[in-house]
């Protein structure tokens, strides 16, 4: 007997160009195999959708070649980050914090 087929989106975005692939995927897809069939590669040549990390609608997903997608659900394939936010918040912080020295004298 043939496999339904579900309706799921597969997102990829840098700062300048993003885009959203609709397909029809066999139930039993996992998210992994949904963005490698995707064809992204083709509009982002230093995308590495074997190894990239996905999540659900926002939420990282630990293992994508074992999360089997449901129907309307969006892979979002994420990028790495340029800086680490920690270290982006301390740096703030002591900018804040000298801006304010600074005003006090």
Not at 33 to 45: K, M, P, Q, Y
Request: glycine residues 6%; proline residues 4%.
């Amino acid at each position: 007997m043939d496999k339904s087929m579900i309706n799921v989106e597969v997102a990829y975005a840098l700062a300048d160009k993003q885009k959203i692939v609709q397909m029809q995927v066999e139930e039993g897809t996992t998210a992994r195999e949904a963005a490698l069939r995707s064809g992204l590669t083709a509009d982002f040549d230093d995308l590495d959708l074997a190894q990239s990390p996905l999540g659900i609608f926002g939420k990282g997903i630990a293992r994508p070649e074992e999360h089997v997608l449901a129907n309307g659900e969006r892979v979002e394939i994420y990028r790495p980050l340029l800086a680490d936010p920690k270290e982006v918040r301390k740096q703030r912080a002591a900018r804040a914090a000298q801006a304010k020295a600074e005003a006090a004298e």
